[in-house]
């Protein structure tokens, strides 16, 4: 029986970008930085631990998907216990926020992008947080 999902794949153009983005501005843990036939292999993680994001090379003919501006690109979608305190980090080490936190009917979410440009979901965790 399935218990877990524990790797997700991003498709990026620039691996070493990626994973200086996922690693220095994020501050994901690097678990993984390898060549296996000629293919780079590497893992970053979140603080939990629960998930490893795999930064794979993006295929010639693979584009980002389209998406409207309102909405992320990619289908991951990551939490935190505070959205204000975690943009105000993020947004200090560079990175750039298209939807800063807003509160919902469902609750706080933001959208922030790598440095290709790809968009990212970013909500707070229902247990946390700021009232």
Aim: some cysteine.
């Amino acid at each position: 029986m399935i218990s877990a999902v524990s790797q997700v794949a991003i498709p990026v153009d620039d691996q070493e970008c990626a994973k200086e983005f996922w690693t220095a501005a994020i501050g994901f843990e690097l678990v993984r930085d390898e060549t296996f036939e000629g293919e780079r292999w590497i893992e970053v993680r979140p603080p939990d631990g629960n998930l490893l994001l795999v930064l794979s090379k993006r295929a010639p003919h693979e584009q980002r998907p389209d998406a409207p501006d309102e909405l992320p690109h990619a289908n991951v979608f990551f939490t935190c216990e505070d959205i204000e305190a975690t943009h105000r980090q993020l947004t200090a080490r560079g990175v750039s926020f298209p939807t800063p936190p807003v509160e919902m009917h469902w609750g706080w979410w933001a959208m922030f992008e790598d440095a290709e440009g790809t968009r990212y979901a970013l909500g707070q965790d229902a247990r946390g947080g700021t009232e």
